[in-house]
């Protein structure tokens, strides 16, 4: 495989499936839908690509017991597990999707991964924008605690049960040894028998299914499925070329993705914008920033977070540069911006309005030109909700006749109705087919 460069991941975004390496013959991971299941006789280590991955490798060489029964120590070197570790890490990196452990696997200190805390929540792991927890499988329904350590890159990072899962003792032990014994033998050298491997390590159905969801997210995070649509579609629907960039400054790159850029990363600017609009200058521009962290799909706590919030600043930064790209020409910028996010941004988004000066020394400046060059003018900014105030209403038709320039006005200014208030109606509840009428309160 070739090195993978340290945040992106190459998927192949057909077909929704995940490879699962490094699983038990015939165990949890056979027999489901979109599932590839390897293996020992396929030899995970063999696994090309193209689907993202969840992977476990073999852990024996890499645990408490790694140099062999204490009977018989040292029959083995520590790590030596025929670069089953390695290949598994390198094809999360490049692949994307999640990497399971036991904890304390002395494989994160080899690999220089760090060590996620005990109490649970995913930290960064390494250089390569990879995250690592800590997590009890015993709240799952595994049998016993079994901590586990994840690595997981390009995948989205689920809120699971943190924490140590209640002392559990085996009856048995308990009964034959005491409490002592029992408390530090635990629950997995109880079981014995034939199958006794295969019961210690078979991962709860619970905890697979959350495993297989975390990789299935890398398919719409992949760094290309964008340019495939952008730059390869548009041309077929438009017939015009498509353009597919990165919006991030640095700093909202950090915060996103956790890590410092590749070295071939380059921040976008004004220039990047008209080059993607072929040099020319569009009239109506349109705006959908992703909408993810204002959504009610994501808990308010994780919403605040410093990666969504990153996301959230999308919605700024794609109206700075379009009004930047164009500010110096000759018409000024774009006549319409068409902006399009979910409802939720309202209140989610509040806090990105904030500004000593929201309306800007040159906007009232803007608007009269704008008026001076049109036929006609539709003023339709509702009432207050929840309220009939009819001595604001004039307020504002004021500010808004200072704005436009009494001289203008004359026969201009319209509307699609009057509220209680005395202001004009919003077009948005108004039914298709109203006629513009002078607006009386400017023609007095």
Known sequence: MTAPSPCNVDIYCGG??????????NGCYFGLPDVDPWDEQRDARLYAGPHPVVAHPPCQRWGRFWHGSTRKPHQFSLGEDGGCFASALETVRRFGGVLEHPKDSHAWATFGLNRPPVSGGWVKADDFCGWTCCVYQGHYGHFSGKPTWLYAKGVDLPELV???TEQRLHPVAL????YEKARRIGMMAMIGGKNKTRIRNATPKPFRDILLAMARSALVRANYVEPLRTERVLPLLAGVPGTCLDMFDREQYLDFHGCEPPADWREAGPDAIRRAAGGERPHIVFLSAPCKGFSGLLS??????????????????????????WADHDDGPPELIVFENVPRIATRGRHLLHHSDPVGPLNDSHISQAVGMSDLVLAGWGANPGTVNKTRWP????????VLGSGLLGSKVHCLGLNADGSPKHPLYLPRGVKPVLLEAFHA
Do not use: C, D, H, P
């Open 16 to 25: 929704g499936a995940v490879a699962a390496l490094f699983v038990e013959s």
């Open 162 to 164: 943190w924490g140590k």
């Open 175 to 178: 009964e034959r040894y005491g």
């Open 300 to 325: 308010e706590t994780r919403s605040k977070t410093g990666k969504y919030q990153a996301l959230n600043r999308l919605t700024l930064r794609g109206v700075w540069l379009m009004l930047e790209a």
């Open 395 to 402: 307020q504002i038709a004021q500010r808004v006749a200072y």
